[in-house]
């Protein structure tokens, strides 16, 4: 009987110690496993008087139940700790802020003027403004461009709507960059070096043309500025641009605002239907330049037997097409999201000057 008492203090006591599940387990088969301490003291009852078996017998049951009692009752309380444990442990805060994920991307417009704008402010130009919505004579007449113009019919431009009794000057949607050079000449005087990018509209719509575009005007203002310069920056702006060394070439145009007037290429080659600028002997026109005719000067407030300079207007988005290879001018301005994930920019990712192009 003693030795029953000093079994269940034992057992009981290192059940209560047991520091994991494996440490339970062992004690487990150990007491009351089939060859078990309490079981094989249970075997011995066969060998006893019968008295002896009644005394003996339900203490020996009580102590097995006890103990797989305790082990039960230990086994779920080690099960709690160690859930406790991986509570403390691993824990996610859902207040945290979400991680960005990278939304959107840079339109080519938006990285192509981006660019032309680092390549000429690297040349000493710098960005000049001007409304989207013109009188006729900022769009127009200070750019000598005569009432009679073709361009100044309905089906090119878009005209502001009035009421009929309205007498102020018509407003239009610009047709193209140029009237900047009037209103930076206005407001700066000279000398002057600028570039002017923006969006320019003409009631146009087929597969190279849009009803809204982007030009890029160019303007440089000074004593002897002649069309040598011109040609030297349109180099260096194209080679800066397609990474590779572009010559230009210059055919003879009429612009009503320049004298001489020059429609400018630049140098390709066609292979497997491939464009390649800045090699072969194919030309792409690009741009209409001249030196800044000196009525428009005179507009400006300029003295044309003082100053004198070039201009040039260069499509954006036709540029853009160039360079990365983008075949429908009209999908730019689709909003369609497949269309923007495939040509746009990471914001993080964009070609630049200093990174290379
Ligand atoms: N404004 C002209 C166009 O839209 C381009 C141009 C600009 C030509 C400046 C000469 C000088 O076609």
């Known amino acids: 009987m003693d030795d029953i008492a000093e079994l269940k203090t034992r057992i009981l006591g290192a059940v209560g110690a047991a520091g994991d599940e494996a440490a339970l387990e062992d004690l487990r088969v150990a007491?009351?496993?089939?060859?078990?301490e309490i079981s094989l003291k249970m075997r011995e009852l066969g060998k006893m008087t019968p008295e002896q078996r009644q005394a003996v017998g339900p203490l020996l049951n009580a102590l097995k139940d006890e103990v797989n009692a305790a082990i039960s009752a230990k086994r779920a309380a080690l099960g709690d700790a160690a859930l406790n444990a991986r509570l403390q442990a691993e824990w996610l805060d859902i207040s945290a802020p979400a991680r960005p994920a990278a939304q959107g991307s840079i339109h080519p417009v938006s990285q192509?003027?981006?660019?032309?704008?680092?390549?000429?402010?690297?040349?000493?130009?710098?960005?000049?403004?001007?409304?989207?919505?013109?009188?006729?004579?900022?769009?127009?007449?200070?750019l000598n461009i005569a009432p009679e113009?073709?361009?100044?019919?309905?089906?090119?431009?878009f005209y502001m709507h009035r009421e009929a009794g309205d007498n102020r000057p018509p407003h239009v949607l610009r047709t193209h960059t140029s009237p900047v050079q009037i209103r930076h000449l206005e407001a700066h005087g000279t000398p002057c070096r600028v570039i002017a990018p923006g969006r320019v509209y003409r009631s146009d719509y087929d597969i190279t043309h849009t009803p809204m575009f982007h030009q890029v005007e160019g303007?440089?203002?000074?004593?002897?500025?002649?069309?040598?310069?011109?040609?030297w920056v349109l180099e260096q702006f194209f080679s800066a641009y397609f990474g590779t060394s572009v010559k230009t070439r210059f055919r003879a145009?009429?612009?009503?605002?320049?004298?001489?007037?020059?429609?400018?290429?630049i140098q390709c080659s066609w292979?497997?239907?491939?464009?390649?600028?800045?090699?072969?002997?194919?030309?792409?026109?690009?741009?209409?330049s001249g030196m800044v005719h000196p009525k428009v000067l005179q507009s400006a407030g300029v003295d044309p037997s003082q100053w004198q300079g070039f201009a040039f207007g260069m499509g954006i988005d036709r540029i853009a097409m160039l360079k990365y290879?983008?075949?429908?001018?009209?999908?730019?301005f689709d909003a369609d999201l497949r269309w923007l994930r495939h040509y746009g920019f990471g914001a993080l990712d964009v070609p630049t000057l200093h990174g290379g192009v």
């Open 31 to 36: 007491s009351i496993g089939k060859k078990g």
């Open 271 to 288: 292979v497997d239907g491939q464009l390649k600028v800045g090699e072969g002997d194919g030309w792409l026109e690009v741009l209409g």
């Open 253 to 265: 145009s009429h612009f009503p605002f320049t004298e001489p007037s020059a429609e400018v290429d």
């Open 325 to 332: 290879g983008i075949p429908d001018l009209r999908a730019f």
């Open 219 to 231: 303007l440089a203002i000074d004593k002897s500025i002649s069309m040598a310069n011109l040609k």
């Open 112 to 142: 192509v003027t981006e660019e032309v704008i680092a390549i000429f402010a690297d040349l000493g130009f710098s960005v000049a403004e001007g409304p989207q919505i013109e009188t006729d004579f900022y769009n127009f007449d200070a």
């Open 149 to 157: 113009h073709p361009a100044r019919q309905e089906h090119d431009t």
